[in-house]
Nanobody, 121 residues
Framework: QVQLVESGGGLVQAGGSLRLSCAAS???????KAWFRQAPGKEREFVAAVTWSRAIYYADSVKGRFTISLDNVTNTVYLQMDSLTPGDTANYYCAAQAIGFPPARAKYGYWGQGTQVTVSS
């Protein structure tokens, strides 16, 4: 049984930083893990992904500001978000087990419940 639990969301001012965590339980070490986000009234969009071989992918909108990392010991994937803007306001979801390639377009077998990030101007 795979479970993904996100944490670390909150309210931050523009220009600030947050670090999101996604704790994975179950057999997920071979899975690609990713972060997506969905703002009100918008479609869910890809943010970043890391494969089991540590290949990393980012959406153009977050390159240079967000950093995804993976701790295999604790089976936790992190998303460090710097230089946040109001445009980053969304519910952020962790996903695992990409089916297809590239990670941005893959379907994922497992999803977390999400954590809200709100950036004030």
């Amino acid at each position: 049984q795979v479970q993904l639990v996100e944490s670390g969301g909150g309210l931050v001012q523009a220009g600030g930083s947050l670090r999101l965590s996604c704790a994975a339980s179950g057999r997920t070490s071979s899975y690609t893990k990713a972060w997506f986000r969905q703002a009100p009234g918008k479609e869910r969009e890809f943010v970043a992904a890391v494969t089991w071989s540590r290949a990393i992918y980012y959406a153009d909108s977050v390159k240079g500001r967000f950093t995804i990392s993976l701790d295999n010991v604790t089976n936790t994937v992190y998303l460090q978000m710097d230089s946040l803007t109001p445009g980053d306001t969304a519910n952020y979801y962790c996903a695992a087990q990409a089916i297809g390639f590239p990670p941005a377009r893959a379907k994922y077998g497992y999803w977390g419940q999400g954590t809200q990030v709100t950036v004030s101007s």
